[in-house]
């Protein structure tokens, strides 16, 4: 038996580490621990609730506009707001269209590399790699010029000595199966990839006044002015402008990463029977399109012990089962006690201590839903989305099983989630364009309303702010007294995905999908990798220094 500890993950948001037992080229026991502390919720408390969106954006300099919408959506819940349908419109489009970057930046430039072999790219031939790319796609960049200008480039960078970005890669390792033209494609995409996930930033930008970290919402709607006549607010031109963004980013989604990753699944099959771990899994209806958040365009589920067919359907935010059941259990978290506590009662109490395997070693706390561990991400998104019956999604699906051979259950695996993320990016490019449409209707309806001026009240309310985020189901859970914060807390996805064991020895979902995964080579544990990359990690937040002995170097009293 041998002991890895990969610390720190790389190509991830934030500080991860992983510690795995192999025997017989395969894992018998796997850690999950998140090396970083957020300690945001300690310093929201006593401050005014309407301001929370614009702090907790700081959780990440990824993922922030899905907690701005999260934290804003926990007010609104608190104190009954309305939002007009334009409010809900511009929201929408930034949601999608953070996703749709989001996504983009995975595939290529976080996972991609674990299964595309860079330096096998220098034998490819350009002109077999052109014919490759133009069977799967009609995209106009797929040319012998271009593939050629990019091996070119990839020479150029071995002859001077230096791989750059691509100087760490396994490369060579015997788990990578692609052709040498297949690994140039990949690398050509990766590096269009970059003008088109900047292109999505851009459109989210343009709404929400600068990415990262929003800045024009408020409680009761958004701060983005519109009148199609003023240069100085949403009007015409801007709108225009959205539109080419997003259709290029779409086209981008649509014509080159999705059939990508087609590609790559195909020639990796037997890696949709690993790394299925945890099979319960939860997603919360997105894509509001009225202004009591009761109706949206892709709806939510439950599913328990990866059967699809028994899903348990939520139709909003309002859901009591998910509102009662969703608790956080610190036994083998970095916080006092061991106890677990609901959202609304959670304490953020940090309790320093070595990584013990039996003991405490995360940062993370441990959810639960009804008791028991979550899956979290793209694939709760599409089985909530195929078993309600949505067209396009049961479209992607049905049809990727057709092409690849494979079945529906394949879903629960390290491709499966690969899959699921390039299918919803799928979605999410066609959503932003329909949200844009319905936003252009709605202001030629006459309607210019953006906002419902909200007074925060006296008294005490607790609200919820459920998102489906990128990485999955996001909430932010506020309590308000006296027109201030009373306690505040955000469960987001990777706290679901990268969790510790519960007070009842129950693995999270990242330690789950590693046990029985291959490694070919115990000193370069590619396999791990691939598992824990098709999660998306985003462990960053606010660090909690200490120093190597454990004990604490400063304190930062924020006024």
């Known amino acids: 038996m041998s002991r890895i500890t990969l610390d720190p993950i790389t190509r991830i948001e934030g500080h991860l580490r992983i510690d795995v037992e192999a025997n ?33 954006q700081r959780f990440c300099g990824v993922c922030t506009t899905v ?23 511009i929201r929408n489009i930034m949601i999608a269209q953070h996703s749709v970057q989001d996504h983009i930046v995975h595939f290529y430039h976080l996972s991609a590399l674990d299964w595309v072999d860079i330096v ?50 396994y490369w060579g390792h015997p788990a990578m199966k692609l052709s040498p033209e297949v690994n140039l494609m990949a690398v050509a995409h990766y590096l269009k990839a970059l003008d088109y996930q900047r292109k999505a930033s851009q459109a989210t930008a343009i709404l929400g006044g600068k990415n990262p970290h929003i800045q024009n919402l408020v409680v009761g709607g958004v701060a983005t002015a519109i009148n199609t ?18 259709e290029e980013t779409r086209d981008f989604v649509q014509k080159v990463y999705y059939p990508d990753l087609l590609a790559i699944a195909g020639a990796y099959k037997d890696w949709f029977k690993y790394g299925a771990g945890v ?11 009225d202004t009591k958040n009761t109706k949206f365009q892709l709806p939510g589920g439950v599913v328990m012990g990866g059967n699809i067919g028994g899903i348990r ?73 195929y078993a309600a019956g949505n067209p396009k999604v049961k479209k992607l699906v049905d049809g990727a099983v057709s092409t690849l051979g494979i079945s529906l259950k394949d879903i629960h695996s390290t491709m499966g989630r690969l899959f699921c993320r390039g299918a919803r990016a799928h979605v999410m490019a066609d959503l932003s364009l329909e949200n844009l449409d319905k936003l252009i209707a709605n202001i030629a309806s006459g309607d210019q309303t953006y906002a419902n001026h909200t007074v925060i009240p006296k008294g005490e309310y607790r609200g919820v702010g459920f998102h489906e985020a990128p990485r999955g189901t996001l909430s932010h859970w506020i309590v308000i007294k006296n027109k201030k914060i009373e306690n505040y807390q955000a469960v987001v996805p990777s ?41 998306d990690p985003c462990i960053a937040c606010a660090v909690h220094t200490v120093d190597p002995e454990g004990a604490e170097i400063t304190k930062v009293k924020v006024l």
């Open 24 to 56: 017989g080229g395969k894992v018998t026991n796997a850690w999950s621990s998140a090396q970083m502390w957020r300690g945001i919720e300690v310093i929201l408390k006593g401050r005014a609730p309407e301001d929370a969106w614009s702090f907790v």
């Open 67 to 89: 907690h701005a919408i999260s934290s804003i959506r926990a007010v609104e819940h608190a104190l009954d707001v309305e939002v007009p349908l334009n409010a809900q419109y």
């Open 120 to 169: 096998s790219a220098l034998k490819a031939d350009p002109k077999k790699t052109a014919q490759i790319a133009q069977s799967i796609s009609d995209w106009p960049g797929n040319s012998e010029k271009e593939f050629k200008a990019v091996q070119d480039k990839l020479k150029a960078f071995v002859a001077g000595g230096k791989l750059g970005i691509f100087a760490t890669g």
């Open 229 to 246: 006549e003023n240069i100085a607010t949403l009007n015409m031109e801007r709108l225009i402008y959205l539109r080419t963004l997003m």
């Open 279 to 289: 099979t319960n899994y939860m997603a919360v209806p997105e894509f509001p399109e």
């Open 313 to 385: 359907m939520v139709k909003d935010h309002r859901d009591d089962y998910l509102i009662k059941n969703i608790k956080e259990n610190v036994t083998h978290a970095w916080y006092e006690g061991n106890g677990t506590l609901h959202p609304w009662d959670g304490e953020t109490k940090p309790d320093y201590t070595d990584f013990k395997e039996n003991g405490k070693y995360s940062w993370c706390k441990a959810p639960t839903l009804d008791g028991k561990p979550v899956q979290v991400g793209p694939p709760a998104q599409i089985m909530a989305a």
């Open 495 to 535: 706290t679901w995905n990268a969790a510790p064991r519960n007070d009842k020895g129950e693995m999270g979902p990242y330690e789950a999908s590693l046990m029985g995964n291959p490694i070919a080579d115990a000193s370069k544990p590619l396999e791990v990798l691939r598992t824990i990359h098709s999660f």
